[in-house]
């Protein structure tokens, strides 16, 4: 069980620790490039893509460590798992138009075409089935293909990224590479995992959404906390407070991530 629980505990920080500091990585020249305000706005970005992250996930990989043994035949597995995706699917769009909101009103301050580029970005990173590999202890299929995006997300960053003007262009590489993990995780997970997409309706997906709310609840006051100081900030802060906080934001939820990895992979090999 040991062996197991080291085996996976490495490729989990791996995926986790690549996208984190793929971000602290592209720091050094977006801060030399940009002025303070507009570094600000791309730290606004981040916090409403990286807030999304956890509140459209709602705690899957806790819900699904506990809850998969009793899912039997595949049959059966594949139809949680499609409420489970129209579940995000539906959180998401919550998400989205909580945050069109508060911008329209001045509450966010963010441009729209800013806002319209990180859309697909919040939406790979809400719905990203990190989950589901992790349940069948098998997350190493997706070093690869992080390693490799990740990668190209600085590589572009550092080519590209010269001025105010290139605002939307780091936040687009930010949405390509995530989204491009997200689909490459997906088409793994019905292609090479014998699972299939079950007729599912709305009803399905809420009463889902109920199931896994407890999960959500502990797993935000006890690791996902700062989710809410980020979004608390970007109400009562303007983008220079705002691009600072970022900074060590970043750091923050890059040692987070390691923790949770620990606690989540023992979990699942002694459950």
């Given amino acids: 069980m040991l062996k197991n629980i080291l085996g996976q505990i490495s490729p989990r920080m791996n995926i986790m620790l690549i996208n984190q500091i793929s971000i602290l990585l592209t720091f050094p020249i977006v801060l030399s490039c940009l002025s303070n305000y507009s570094f600000g706005l791309v ?13 459209i996930d709602w705690a899957s990989t806790v819900y699904f460590t506990e809850v998969w043994h009793n899912f039997s035949g595949q049959l059966e597995k594949s139809k949680v798992i499609s409420r489970h995706i129209l579940s995000r699917i539906l959180m998401a769009s919550g998400y989205l138009m909580m945050i069109s909101v508060a911008i329209a009103m001045n509450i966010i301050t963010l441009p729209w075409e800013l806002f319209l580029v990180i859309i697909p970005g919040v939406l790979a990173g809400g719905i990203f089935p990190l989950w589901f590999f992790h349940i069948i202890k098998k997350p190493g299929e ?17 080519l590209l990224v010269r001025s105010d003007a290139d605002i939307s262009t780091y936040l687009a590489l930010q949405s390509f590479t995530l989204s491009l993990i997200t ?14 997409w079950q007729p599912t309706n709305i009803n399905d997906a809420i009463k889902h959404l109920k199931k896994n709310t407890p999960f959500m609840l502990n797993t935000i006051s006890n690791n996902h906390i700062h989710t809410f100081w980020s979004l608390s900030l970007l109400i009562l802060s303007g983008p220079i407070a705002i691009g600072l906080y970022s900074i060590a934001d970043q750091a923050y939820r890059a040692g987070n991530s390691i923790s949770a990895t620990f606690a989540q992979v023992i979990r699942v090999n002694t459950i």
């Fill in 142 to 158: 997706l070093i690869g293909i992080t390693l490799f995006s990740r990668t190209f997300f600085v590589l572009m960053t550092f």
């Fill in 43 to 55: 730290g606004t970005s981040l916090i409403i893509m990286q807030a999304g992250w956890v509140i």
């Fill in 183 to 196: 689909l490459f995780a997906y088409r793994r997970m019905f292609l090479f995992h014998n699972l299939r």
